[in-house]
């Protein structure tokens, strides 16, 4: 594995934001195949804790019906890329899956209300 595939390691865990009736989905079929933004690009998006806010502001602004997905990255093995956005408007690094999410590798999901302003009000401890 590259250095650039390796996450960070302080990173163990990372997040995704799955949509309601894809989250249901999910749990029947025992993993997760992605978004169609997901499958469009050929992986699965996640986020670190610093990073999933900014996300979700940027891609699910004001949808209702969202999970917070909890993901244990020692459980993702090779298929986990630490890669630049594909934009490239975002410094930094980004975790791709390159294959479908074992629900084995999750470690817990949370709906995420919105608040008043559109945005999501995500639990304690998400930068």
Do not use: C, K
Request: no cysteine; glycine share 10%.
């Amino acid at each position: 594995m590259s250095d650039r595939a390796r996450p960070p390691e302080s990173v163990t865990t990372l997040y995704t934001l799955v949509r309601g009736d894809d989250w249901r989905a999910t749990q029947a079929a025992g993993e997760y195949r992605g978004s169609p933004d997901d499958r469009r690009d050929g992986f699965l998006h996640f986020s670190t804790a610093a990073q999933v806010r900014a996300s979700a502001a940027r891609h699910r602004s004001g949808e209702p019906d969202l999970f917070l997905v909890e993901v244990d990255v020692a459980a993702l093995g090779d298929a986990l890329r630490w890669e630049p956005a594909a934009s490239g408007s975002r410094p930094g690094l980004f975790p791709h899956l390159y294959g479908p999410l074992p629900l084995a590798a999750v470690r817990g999901a949370t709906r995420l209300p919105l608040n008043p302003d559109g945005t999501h009000a995500f639990p304690a401890g998400i930068d």
